[in-house]
């Protein structure tokens, strides 16, 4: 918002009220007979006019602080108006009534004033922290303690009278205190940092104060004395220095929680607890007792809030001590120290388990598509990670793509377990493949100490890492990529029956190792097309008798390019088989039952439904309700009855893909979600499909 600027007529008037103020106190100390008609009876009336119109001038022209700046001039006007019936009816009397209408425009000033003070204060501070606040509080209540103590116990001594009388008296030193509780609790709120604007405006409520309390004082101590030209300078000093306060600029500031910050609260508590001791050996009224307990008792509050402050920073802090920032599972620290809390508490009858577990391919993926996508296949796989983990112990990354998690399990399930884990930070994608290779160990029985079990794990870590590494994942990549040149779309095929073939191996408990020969034995069990001609394998109705040998032929030649790189040997067994049928009459082999590799045995069903439920030149598209039912029916005669039954699981769960389906990775989206990945016609077409 704009702030008020003085033009050089406003400075002009802000000068001539200077020039008035000077000529007052002139003629004060010396009589000038020829000021009479400038500062005498109705001079300070004309000034207190001037002043009300610049604080409504500030008002009416500036949006920011308008309406605390309308109530400060009406303040200001009930003044005035207070003050010329005084000066044109009640000046000279020999006797004053109180109350008087007079004192009706004086004590409107308080509650008009007190709002728009809190106003001010509320706009120029923003949002104040509990501690400060209270720091106001026993700021307040220490002056407040110190003027009832001084003003209002003169004036307790010797009001009298009337009730209205009385209650009249009192309110002019209650108000007053008000005020100046305000500026005080306003001043600590910006830490005792006020701008120009709250420094005049300060300095004016202090003037006002300070001229009515001693003119309360000296008309409590001496039933004769009247109004001097003294404190009407001071009284007329503080209501320019408001009016300029409106002409300034203002800003909006907090105070800052530092060392320094305590000092002036401490300041005062000191004081108030003087103002107690005081009070033990001489008499203080029990209003400015009571302010100054109070005081103290927002010392102790505020001890409370700065402890529970800094119980929650700890706290905050030993969390993000013990966590990684990036996935919030427990870091390295987090590890040592619960695994030395394993070690202390172990033992033969409730042993554990430790695994790392590293991510194999995340570099590339890393370098290749940038670090805040890096961080978002990170976060990703890591909940992933956590939820897998979950019903059997903790998780933990210990730094980059190295993950780890202590798990309690009976040893027959943990390869299932790590299956689950492997699968869960695993991740492939239009040109990548993330993996993961582990390393367990059991505790107590294998390692003796928390470095000891780290140092095992670590070690058979990196023996499964070497073994899946060499020619394997270069070769296997290079294949890949042919076949996504070659047939586009045969791609696609592969990698939906790899989606699906990992989701039925996880539901039917296989291991690390191998879910990990079924899901490359998937996305290469269909290799051997790249050697047949187009013309077959576009070709758009049904096969003849020549056609369909060669095609039989292409798992024969999968497996001979496969079985080129000795590290992909045992997938090329698979690729093979993975066409052969339950009841013996599949190719290449006609072998049956049981002697068909179970991986080959459940990429087959999975292809099965995924054809089923892809559009096909020579037949219909079938529904996955359809397909399963088919399947179904076949179960244990072209497919292998515990395989079907997986399969039906996995669809009815909802956990996987289906034929024809894909799990998308998205920022913040589950690896089950449930998309149409294409048909044939139209590439890459999505729509929801229905289980």
Known sequence: MPQPRKSPALRAVFVALGVWLAAYGVHFAVSVGILDALVGRFGHD???????????????????ERVAWWLIAAAMLSWTLGEIYYTTVLHGARSVPVPSPADIGYLGVYPLAFAGLMLLMRERTGHVSPTIWVDGVIAALVVGALACAVV?????????????????????????????????????LRGWRPDRSSMFLGAGIMCFWAADSIYLVATAQSSTYTESGPLNLIAWTGFILVALAAWQPSRTARARQDLGSITVPICFALVGLALLVYATVDHVNVLAVALAGSALVGVIV??????????????????????????????????MSD??????????????????????????????FGHPAGDALLTRVSDHFSHAIAPYGDSYRIGGDEFCALIDVREGRLES?????????????????????????????????????????????????????????????VLLQAVRERHPDLHQHLEEVAALSRAVAL???????DLDQVVRAAEMHDVGKIAIPDTVLDKPGPLNEREWELMERHTVLGERILAAAPA??????????????YDGTGYPDGTAGESIPLASRIIFVCDSLNSMTSERPYAGRRTTREALSEIRRCAGSQFDPQ?????????????????????????????????????????????????
Do not use: W
């Not at 309110?171 to 005020?179: I, R, S, T, V, W």
């Not at 996935?327 to 390295?332: H, M, P």
């Open 46 to 64: 004309a000034m207190l006019l001037v002043l009300v119109g610049l604080c409504a001038a500030r008002a009416a022209r500036h949006r920011s």
């Open 152 to 188: 209002f116990e003169a004036v307790l001594h010797t009001v009298g009278g009337r009730p209205i009388s009385i209650a009249t008296n009192l309110a002019y030193p209650l108000g007053d205190m008000l005020l100046l509780l305000v500026v005080v609790t306003a001043y600590a």
């Open 302 to 335: 505020r001890l409370v809030i700065t402890f529970r402050a800094n119980v929650a920073m700890l706290a905050r802090s030993r969390r993000d001590a013990m966590s990684d920032a990036l996935t919030s599972l427990g870091n390295r620290r987090q590890l």
């Open 339 to 368: 695994l030395e809390h394993r070690f202390a508490c172990a033992g033969e009858r409730d042993p554990f388990y430790l695994v790392l577990f590293d991510l194999d391919g995340f570099k590339l993926y890393n370098d290749h």
């Open 417 to 477: 377990v790590l299956g689950a884990a492997c699968a869960a930070l695993s991740e492939t994608g239009d040109g990548f493949a993330v993996r993961t290779s582990c390393g367990a160990v059991r505790v107590p029985s294998e390692a003796t100490s928390a470095s000891d079990a780290l140092r095992i794990a670590d070690n058979r870590l990196y023996q499964d890492k070497e073994e899946r590494r060499g020619p394997t994942d270069h070769t296997h990549s």
């Open 507 to 513: 539901q039917m408990g296989l291991g690390a190792r």
């Open 568 to 581: 992909l040997r045992p997938i090329a067994e698979i690729v093979r088989a993975s066409h052969e049928r």
């Open 643 to 691: 395989v079907v039954v997986a399969l039906g699981i996995v669809l009815d769960e909802g956990t996987a893909p289906v034929a024809g389906v894909a799990p998308r990775q998205e920022a913040g989206g589950r690896p089950e979600e449930l998309v149409t990945h294409r048909t044939r016609e139209s590439a890459r077409r999505r729509r929801a499909l229905s289980v």
